[in-house]
């Protein structure tokens, strides 16, 4: 099994719909991340959490919003889709502390607004 | 304002060459420098890193040299293999808690 889980990893939907990403890990870090890539743009970090209580904007968090429901889950909701929010989505956790900051990726989850 | 440039959208690559990924950045207050390598249909996994305080690390057939004052890193792959063909993303960040900064990402594709 994945140590970080997306779901749903595909979801096609329309303009307006309320729509929710959702991440779970079993790395047990304290830190979780989610990240937009578009072709020819790469990785652009939406929101990121450091723990439960702490919720941070990224480069491009409008349009979006997050929720830290415990150290294990992280979820991003786009209140109301527009098509320019079509795009591949990772969530990615991290150690606290560690010097590199290295990243571990979830296996992404593909979304289109129509 | 994009502070880690990849300036090549792509690169082919013979099997058995060298592969050579570029990366530039603008920010000085950078302390780690990372590459992540993606494959279609997954998420990025990282491949190698390096710190300011060193100007090469190897691992392999990975090697990444960083020139701090062009503010340059690169990835050297030897021999190239068809299974690193993949989307190559050069990321970095400072030594506090800011999260990693990535740029557009190379394709690389090795041809048998």
């Known amino acids: 099994d994945a140590d970080v889980t997306q779901t749903p990893r595909n979801r096609i939907t329309k303009t307006g719909k309320r729509i929710m990403l959702e991440c779970s890990q079993t790395k047990g870090h304290d830190r979780m991340y989610w990240y937009r890539q578009d072709p020819g743009l790469g990785l652009r970090l939406i929101y990121y959490?450091?723990?439960?209580?702490?919720?941070n904007k990224g480069e491009i968090s409008d349009g979006y919003s997050v929720s830290r429901q415990a150290q294990a889950k992280f979820s991003l909701s786009l209140e109301s889709a527009i098509p320019n929010q079509t795009a591949l989505y990772f969530c990615?956790?991290?150690?606290?502390?560690?010097?590199?900051?290295?990243?571990?990726f979830g296996e992404g989850s593909r979304l289109t607004v129509l | 304002d994009q502070q880690v440039k990849q300036n090549s959208p792509s690169l082919s690559v013979q099997e058995g060459r060298i592969s050579i990924l570029n990366c530039d950045y603008t920010n000085s207050m950078f302390d780690y420098f990372l590459w992540y390598k993606k494959y279609p249909a997954e998420g990025p996994t990282f491949l190698i890193s390096?710190?300011?305080?060193?100007d090469k690390n190897e691992d392999g057939r990975f090697t990444v040299f960083l020139n701090k004052s062009a503010k340059h890193l690169s990835l050297h792959i030897v021999p190239s293999q068809p299974g690193d063909s993949a989307v190559y993303f050069c990321a970095a960040r400072d030594s506090g808690n800011t999260p990693l900064v990535f740029g557009k990402g190379t394709r690389l594709s090795v041809i048998a």
């Open positions: 390096i710190s300011s305080i060193k």
């Open positions: 990615a956790t991290s150690v606290e502390g560690a010097g590199t900051g290295e990243l571990f």
């Open positions: 959490s450091f723990d439960v209580k702490d919720i």
